[in-house]
């Protein structure tokens, strides 16, 4: 693996039982992915791109093939060894934001920090960092339902990076923004991506998103169809 | 451990209504389980008071035929008192007890009796004998108050008495009611009166005679003289002890439906937490936790909900049981005619042993109860739970 690889992916193939036989849902991913690379997979719904995200994040496994993430073999980690990798090293943003209903703004982005046993003065300084970082200073004492969508998932994102992860995976981030949130959303995760070299991965079919990307996976029927830089 | 408290505590609070009706059914468990058993545990304590000051004793030495349960036994059940006793009997601390079958006469109705003879100078039980030493009468007698209210006697009545000496010979006299007594325990109350000892000795042709010595507070030293046999306070005891026990093991009933009450809806808000917090679980996993971890964390929310439970029966139950542990609470008197010994007020006892108990009871029973369900979470996808994919 190069130095600036972050990710590896070999031969990567992923079925899941149906009750005919089996779908196969990744058939033959092979890609790289260095450190602070904006990039987005793309492609219809069922192309696997939620599950390519999956499996880059440890949330499942490969069927074949290999997959290296931040030197470590996916499929040869244990639950433990899985949640660890990814409460330390990688960041998680959702298309329904999943935050925690009954803790409030600060609360939620402070959970990762707890799970990293952070003593509080160091978890109140990074939630606070990372909170203005997303413009959200006013907000600390909000709960998720006080908070428009757009608010909400800038809240996902400042949880996503308080931990200043290597990687954030983003399955669909906009998909319930309206366009301007969206595009709001989109110019912070470019800042971060250039301020602190974080790699962000995305999974979208969201042409605003797509505009933003610095290189497009397009993946069809489990495969890559094109890998471009996109000059952005 | 302490991060699961602290997110635990953090997701029970935030659940709202949800929680505080949990925690409501389950305080009143812990309160009516803690009132039901103080409450058998201060009539066991108040009847064996009882029973000691007012029958037992400390102990009793039988005349070797006397049988309680058997009438018939009381012709041969007497002796002369064992001399070894003469100076604790001067004390006051045996107090001889002499009993016969008899009959009395009350308004004109026929009524059998035992007539039971007892020191004068006695201070092991609580009968009022030192009124005998008041009495100028021929015939004293003691009875106590449900013998006075079955039979219309009250204090200064006058009533003939009849009674078959040693020698089987009927013999009768006028007695005089000369006190009425209160006492919880109706064996020494009902279908019975109490003379002085040597005055029914005297009746009786059986001078320096006895059927039982009832002891005090001293140690037998297991001396048991030829004739007699030894009745230990727990032999005597038995019979509220059984009734007692009996009493406990119905309660268990009690607390079974309240328990299954409670652990039904701590189990029903597991079932749909995790049905209804899969995205949540999913975030859990994403954010870093296993799954074994959130299972713990499900599962600690779900016994939290005893721990709260805990504190609001301490809140409200606490002056509760402390004003009716002070006030007691009233039986009206029907068990006593039943027979049962139970002061007209029981006040509950509530012991360290007990509160320790029903909490640790109730606590195991809350976590086993919401780890049933939490198991679920273990078999879950976290892709599929993220998505909040019902699985």
Same mark, same amino acid.
């Given at each position: 693996?190069?130095?600036?690889?972050?990710?590896?992916?070999?031969?990567?193939?992923?079925?899941?039982?149906?009750?005919?036989?089996?779908?196969?849902?990744?058939?033959?991913?092979?890609?790289?992915?260095?450190?602070?690379?904006?990039?987005?997979?793309?492609? +219809?719904?069922?192309?696997?791109?939620?599950?390519?995200?999956?499996?880059?994040?440890?949330?499942?496994? +490969?069927?074949?093939?290999?997959?290296?993430?931040?030197?470590?073999?996916?499929?040869?980690?244990?639950?433990?060894?899985?949640?660890?990798?990814?409460?330390?090293?990688?960041?998680?943003?959702?298309?329904?934001?999943?935050?925690?209903?009954?803790?409030?703004?600060?609360?939620?982005?402070?959970? +990762?920090?707890?799970?990293?046993?952070?003593?509080?003065?160091?978890?109140?300084?990074?939630?606070?960092?990372?909170?203005?970082?997303?413009?959200?200073?006013?907000?600390?004492?909000?709960?998720?339902?006080?908070?428009?969508?757009?608010?909400?998932?800038?809240?996902?994102?400042?949880?996503?990076?308080?931990?200043? +992860?290597?990687?954030?995976?983003?399955?669909?981030?906009?998909?319930?923004?309206?366009?301007?949130?969206?595009?709001?959303?989109?110019?912070?995760?470019?800042?971060?991506?250039?301020?602190?070299?974080?790699?962000?991965?995305?999974?979208?079919?969201?042409?605003?998103?797509?505009?933003?990307?610095?290189?497009?996976?397009?993946?069809?029927?489990?495969?890559?169809?094109?890998?471009?830089?996109?000059?952005? | 451990?302490?991060?699961?408290?602290?997110?635990?505590?953090?997701?029970?609070?935030?659940?709202?209504?949800?929680? *505080?009706?949990?925690?409501?059914?389950?305080?009143?468990?812990?309160?009516?389980?803690?009132?039901?058993?103080?409450?058998?545990?201060?009539?066991?304590?108040?009847?064996?008071?009882?029973?000691? !000051?007012?029958?037992?004793?400390?102990?009793?030495?039988?005349?070797?035929?006397?049988?309680?349960?058997?009438?018939?036994?009381?012709?041969?059940?007497?002796?002369?008192?064992?001399?070894?006793?003469?100076?604790?009997?001067?004390?006051?601390?045996?107090?001889?007890?002499?009993?016969?079958?008899?009959?009395?006469?009350?308004?004109?109705?026929?009524?059998?009796?035992?007539?039971?003879?007892?020191?004068?100078?006695?201070?092991?039980?609580?009968?009022?004998?030192?009124?005998? %030493?008041?009495?100028? #009468?021929?015939?004293?007698? %003691?009875?106590?108050?449900?013998?006075?209210?079955? !039979?219309?006697?009250?204090?200064?009545?006058?009533?003939?008495?009849? *009674?078959?000496?040693?020698?089987?010979?009927?013999?009768? !006299?006028?007695?005089?009611?000369?006190?009425?007594?209160?006492?919880?325990? @109706?064996?020494? #109350?009902?279908?019975?009166?109490?003379?002085?000892?040597?005055?029914?000795?005297?009746?009786?042709?059986?001078?320096?005679?006895?059927?039982?010595?009832?002891?005090?507070?001293?140690?037998?030293?297991?001396?048991? @003289?030829?004739?007699?046999?030894?009745?230990?306070?727990?032999?005597?005891?038995?019979?509220?002890?059984?009734?007692?026990?009996?009493?406990?093991?119905?309660?268990?009933?009690?607390?079974?439906?309240?328990?299954?009450?409670?652990? $039904?809806?701590?189990?029903?808000?597991?079932?749909?937490?995790?049905?209804?917090?899969?995205?949540?679980?999913?975030?859990?996993?994403?954010?870093?936790?296993?799954?074994?971890?959130?299972?713990?964390?499900?599962?600690?929310?779900?016994? %939290?909900?005893?721990?709260?439970?805990?504190?609001?029966?301490?809140?409200?139950?606490?002056?509760?049981?402390? $004003?009716?542990?002070?006030?007691?609470?009233?039986?009206?008197?029907?068990?006593?005619?039943?027979?049962?010994?139970?002061?007209?007020?029981?006040?509950?006892?509530?012991?360290?042993?007990?509160?320790?108990?029903?909490?640790?009871?109730?606590?195991?029973?809350?976590?086993?109860?919401?780890?049933?369900?939490?198991?679920?979470?273990?078999?879950?996808?976290?892709?599929?739970?993220?998505?909040?994919?019902?699985?």
């Amino acid at each position: 693996m190069e130095n600036s690889t972050l990710i590896s992916i070999e031969a990567l193939k992923k079925h899941f039982p149906t009750s005919g036989g089996r779908f196969t849902a990744l058939n033959g991913i092979d890609l790289k992915i260095g450190k602070a690379e904006f990039t987005g997979v793309v492609g +219809p719904s069922g192309s696997g791109k939620t599950t390519l995200l999956n499996i880059i994040g440890s949330l499942d496994s +490969p069927s074949e093939g290999r997959a290296m993430v931040l030197g470590l073999s996916i499929s040869d980690l244990n639950v433990k060894q899985a949640a660890l990798l990814r409460r330390t090293r990688l960041g998680f943003i959702f298309q329904s934001y999943n935050l925690l209903p009954v803790y409030t703004v600060f609360e939620n982005v402070e959970l +990762p920090l707890l799970l990293l046993k952070l003593n509080e003065s160091q978890r109140r300084k990074m939630v606070m960092d990372s909170l203005e970082w997303l413009g959200l200073t006013d907000k600390v004492k909000s709960k998720p339902a006080q908070l428009s969508g757009g608010e909400c998932q800038r809240v996902a994102i400042a949880r996503a990076m308080v931990k200043r +992860p290597e990687i954030v995976l983003a399955d669909e981030p906009t998909a319930n923004l309206d366009a301007a949130n969206s595009h709001n959303i989109l110019k912070t995760m470019v800042r971060l991506n250039s301020e602190f070299q974080t790699t962000f991965i995305f999974a979208t079919h969201d042409d605003k998103v797509i505009s933003y990307l610095k290189r497009k996976i397009s993946l069809v029927d489990g495969k890559v169809e094109k890998d471009e830089i996109t000059g952005n | 451990m302490k991060l699961l408290f602290k997110l635990a505590i953090k997701n029970l609070t935030g659940a709202g209504l949800r929680t *505080w009706l949990n925690v409501i059914v389950l305080s009143f468990s812990f309160l009516i389980i803690i009132w039901h058993k103080g409450l058998l545990n201060g009539w066991d304590r108040q009847a064996r008071n009882d029973m000691v !000051n007012w029958e037992t004793g400390t102990g009793q030495f039988w005349q070797s035929s006397y049988d309680p349960f058997d009438p018939f036994s009381l012709t041969d059940a007497h002796s002369k008192i064992p001399s070894v006793f003469d100076t604790l009997i001067t004390k006051g601390e045996i107090a001889p007890v002499l009993i016969t079958q008899g009959t009395i006469y009350p308004r004109g109705r026929i009524q059998s009796i035992l007539i039971k003879g007892i020191s004068s100078a006695q201070r092991v039980l609580k009968l009022p004998g030192e009124l005998f %030493l008041k009495s100028n #009468d021929d015939l004293p007698v %003691l009875i106590g108050s449900k013998m006075a209210r079955d !039979n219309g006697l009250k204090t200064g009545d006058v009533t003939t008495i009849r *009674w078959r000496d040693v020698h089987g010979t009927f013999d009768a !006299n006028e007695m005089k009611v000369i006190g009425i007594f209160d006492t919880n325990v @109706p064996s020494v #109350d009902a279908g019975q009166i109490w003379v002085p000892l040597d005055r029914l000795q005297k009746m009786m042709g059986m001078p320096g005679e006895a059927t039982i010595l009832v002891c005090g507070n001293f140690d037998t030293n297991g001396r048991t @003289p030829e004739g007699w046999k030894f009745k230990s306070s727990e032999e005597l005891l038995k019979t509220v002890t059984d009734i007692i026990k009996m009493k406990s093991a119905g309660g268990i009933v009690l607390y079974i439906i309240l328990m299954s009450l409670a652990m $039904l809806a701590i189990f029903d808000t597991q079932v749909l937490s995790i049905f209804r917090r899969q995205k949540e679980i999913g975030t859990y996993i994403a954010l870093g936790m296993t799954r074994s971890q959130v299972v713990g964390l499900f599962t600690l929310e779900g016994s %939290l909900n005893s721990v709260l439970a805990a504190l609001l029966a301490a809140v409200y139950g606490i002056p509760l049981l402390a $004003l009716q542990a002070t006030k007691g609470m009233s039986f009206a008197g029907t068990a006593k005619s039943y027979g049962l010994v139970v002061a007209d007020k029981i006040f509950p006892v509530y012991s360290l042993g007990l509160v320790a108990t029903t909490i640790i009871l109730i606590m195991l029973t809350t976590t086993i109860v919401s780890y049933l369900p939490s198991r679920r979470i273990a078999k879950m996808k976290p892709t599929e739970a993220l998505r909040g994919k019902l699985q």
